[in-house]
């Protein structure tokens, strides 16, 4: 198995989690000006129930080109609610989109954190491998020399108990010319 090295990933990774920062930083942008202008919105929604307010006691006075001034203006804060509320929309939409390529952005750190992480188990699974082949090849020699040793004491003690393979001068089996008789042959 191809040993990875995880420091090929390391520039990756930064690059991965810079994208990701900016794109927290897009995120945050755009939710600011969605808040931003739903602020707006309701500002104007609150205006809007002045000017109805005091179009209400308005009504009661004889003047109606006041009241009929306070009606339109009226409808032109009802349209830029709207206005707003159409661009509310948009920007969330455009949030949206943002939290798209955030998720994105975090989902491409995550699988560049991920090959380091198998990169790095790869390397400790190797050097693990390498070191139980040096434990047993040391097993081994070990048993091969105990081995040899331990052949070698039998050698010795079956060589030594070997009648055909005693000391000089000291025989075990005589023949004939031995015999104190002095004769050559059987007596």
């Known amino acids: 198995m191809k040993?990875?090295?995880?420091?090929?990933?390391?520039?990756l990774a930064r690059v991965r989690k810079r994208q990701e920062?900016?794109?927290a930083q897009v995120l945050a942008q755009a939710r600011r000006v969605v808040s931003s202008l739903e602020e707006e919105r309701r500002e104007l929604e609150r205006y809007q129930?002045?000017?109805?307010?005091?179009a209400g006691r308005q009504a009661s006075e004889p003047v109606a080109g006041r009241l009929r001034a306070l009606y339109l203006f009226e409808r032109h804060l009802c349209r830029l609610a709207d206005e707003k509320e159409v661009e509310i929309e948009a920007r969330r939409h455009d949030a949206e989109e943002r939290r798209g390529e955030f998720d994105e952005a975090v989902t491409r750190r995550r699988i560049i954190e991920r090959l380091i992480e198998k990169a790095e188990e790869d390397i400790r699974h190797s050097v693990r491998r390498r070191t139980q082949r040096q434990h047993d090849e040391i097993a081994s020699i070990?048993?091969?020399?105990?081995?040899?040793?331990?052949?070698?004491e039998n050698e010795a003690d079956r060589h030594a108990q070997d009648p055909w393979n005693r000391r000089p001068?000291?025989?075990?089996?005589?023949?004939?010319?031995?015999?104190?008789?002095?004769?050559?042959?059987?007596?």
């Open 142 to 152: 070990q048993f091969a020399r105990e081995s040899l040793r331990q052949r070698r």
């Open 169 to 187: 001068g000291h025989r075990v089996f005589s023949g004939g010319a031995d015999r104190s008789d002095g004769g050559d042959g059987p007596a």
């Open 3 to 11: 040993v990875r090295r995880p420091e090929r990933y390391e520039t």
């Open 21 to 23: 920062e900016q794109r």
């Open 49 to 54: 129930k002045r000017m109805l307010e005091e």
